[in-house]
C-alpha cells in the first residue's frame, strides 16, 4: 500500500511539473520572426492552382505566425515543378531561419515517384507542416459536352482532342491515362508551367479538353461554366473512409471518372490499368499540396509553423472562406500530415511498373 501511495504521490508530482513547465516550453518553441519576411516558394506560374493555394493562406499564415511577418509567394517555375524543387532540395534551415518555405504539389510528388532522372530532390530530407487535400474537374466546350449521353463518353471517342499539359510524368498523368481509359484521342500539347496555362489554352481555342484542380476551377473555370463557354465532364472523385471512389464532396452534382467509365463502353474499373489509375489519384490528390520546412528545420521551427497553420483551421471563418477557395477537403498537420505525406510519395510496386511502361509505350518518356 505504502509503494502504491508513493507511486501515486510521484505521478502527481510529476504531472503537476510538466503542467508548470509546459508553457514556458511551448512559449521557448516559437521562432521569432518580427520584422522578417517568409518567401513562399511555388514550383509552377502564378495562374495555377498551387498559386491560388497559397496565395489563400499566405494572409492567414502571416497573421498566425509568432511576429506576424510578411509572407511573400514567389514563384519558380520550370521542368514540370522539378527546378524549384531541386532548388529548394540545396536550402539549409540554418541559412534561412526559418523564412523560406516551400509548396509541393502531386505534380513535384509524381517525378519523384517515377524516378523521373531530372529529379535532385527528397521528400525524406523536408519537414512537413501542412498537408492540403484536393480534387480535380475534367471539362469540355459546349458542342463536345452535348455529345455524351448522361455519363457515357463513347460518342466522343471520334473526336480529336488537344489538350495543354505540363508534362506527363506530372498529375497531367492521372487526365491522360483516364482519358486513354474511356478510348478518347487525346494529343497532349506538352511543356506548359502551371495548369493555369493549359485553362488559357483552353479559353483561347487552342486546345478543347482541360482539367484544373479544386481551387484553380472554382476560381478560373466557374466563370466559364457560368458564362456558357465550358461544361464540366467528370471530377476524378474522392475517397471514402474504406478508400473507395465516392463523389468529390466540393462537386457532388457531378459523376465521377468511375461512373463514366462504368458507363462508357471498353472501360474497365478493374484490373491493373484501373489499379494504376487510382493508386496514382490516391498519390496525387488526397495530399496533393503540402508546406515544407527545409534540411536540418528545428523541432521548434516545425513546432512553430505547424501551431500557425492549426491556428489558421481554428478560426470560426475558415471552413466558410476555404470552401469557397480551396473546396472542401482536409487541411492536415502534424501527425496527420505527416501520414498523409507517406501516402503521397508512395505507390505499390506494381502501379508504378504499369505507369513507367506505359508511359514509355505512349509517349517515349524513358524512366528506366
Given at each position: ?148 449521353s448522361g455519363n457515357d463518353a463513347g460518342a466522343l471517342k471520334e473526336t480529336d482532342f488537344i489538350y495543354g499539359s505540363q508534362g506527363a510524368t506530372r498529375l497531367d498523368l492521372v487526365p491522360l491515362l483516364a482519358w486513354e481509359m474511356l478510348g478518347l484521342n487525346v494529343e497532349p500539347v506538352f511543356g ?177
Amino acid at each position: 500500500m505504502v509503494l502504491k501511495k508513493l507511486a501515486r504521490q510521484m505521478a502527481l508530482s510529476v504531472t503537476c511539473v510538466a503542467g508548470t513547465l509546459l508553457p514556458a516550453q511551448a512559449l521557448a518553441a516559437d521562432l521569432d520572426l518580427s520584422g522578417k519576411t517568409v518567401e513562399w516558394v511555388i514550383p509552377f506560374s502564378e495562374t495555377g492552382g498551387s498559386a491560388k493555394w497559397a496565395n489563400f493562406y499566405a494572409p492567414l499564415l502571416s497573421e498566425a505566425l509568432p511576429g506576424q511577418p510578411t509572407v511573400v509567394v514567389k514563384f519558380m517555375p520550370g521542368a514540370g515543378s522539378t527546378k524549384g524543387a531541386n532548388w529548394f532540395q540545396n536550402q539549409k534551415f540554418g541559412d534561412s531561419e526559418g523564412t523560406v518555405i516551400f509548396g509541393s504539389s502531386g505534380s513535384t510528388q509524381f517525378p519523384y515517384l517515377l524516378g523521373d532522372p531530372r529529379v535532385r530532390y527528397d521528400y525524406k530530407d523536408w519537414n512537413v507542416v501542412l498537408a492540403s487535400g484536393t480534387g480535380g474537374v475534367a471539362y469540355l466546350p459546349p458542342d463536345l459536352a452535348a455529345k455524351m449521353s448522361g455519363n457515357d463518353a463513347g460518342a466522343l471517342k471520334e473526336t480529336d482532342f488537344i489538350y495543354g499539359s505540363q508534362g506527363a510524368t506530372r498529375l497531367d498523368l492521372v487526365p491522360l491515362l483516364a482519358w486513354e481509359m474511356l478510348g478518347l484521342n487525346v494529343e497532349p500539347v506538352f511543356g506548359i508551367k502551371g495548369r493555369g496555362d493549359g485553362r488559357l489554352m483552353f479559353e483561347r481555342g487552342e486546345a478543347n479538353i482541360d482539367y484544373q484542380t479544386s481551387s484553380s476551377y472554382l476560381k478560373g473555370v466557374t466563370p466559364l461554366v457560368e458564362a456558357g463557354t465550358a461544361v464540366p465532364m467528370m471530377s476524378w472523385g474522392a475517397l471514402d473512409s474504406d478508400g473507395n471512389i465516392v463523389r468529390d464532396p466540393t462537386f457532388p452534382d457531378m459523376p465521377t471518372f468511375k461512373e463514366v467509365c462504368e458507363a462508357t463502353e471498353g472501360c474497365e474499373t478493374s484490373g491493373e490499368k484501373w489499379d494504376a489509375w487510382k493508386a496514382f489519384f490516391i498519390a496525387g490528390f488526397p495530399a496533393q499540396k503540402m508546406v515544407f520546412l527545409p534540411n536540418g528545420a528545428t523541432q521548434d521551427a516545425i513546432d512553430t509553423y505547424s501551431k500557425a497553420f492549426e491556428a489558421v483551421k481554428a478560426r470560426g471563418d475558415f471552413a466558410e472562406i476555404s470552401a469557397g477557395r480551396l473546396g472542401k477537403y482536409p487541411q492536415m498537420t502534424g501527425a496527420e500530415a505527416d501520414a498523409a505525406l507517406k501516402s503521397a510519395t508512395e505507390v505499390p510496386a506494381s502501379a508504378k511498373e504499369f505507369v513507367v511502361g506505359w508511359l514509355q509505350e505512349r509517349y517515349g518518356v524513358s524512366l528506366k
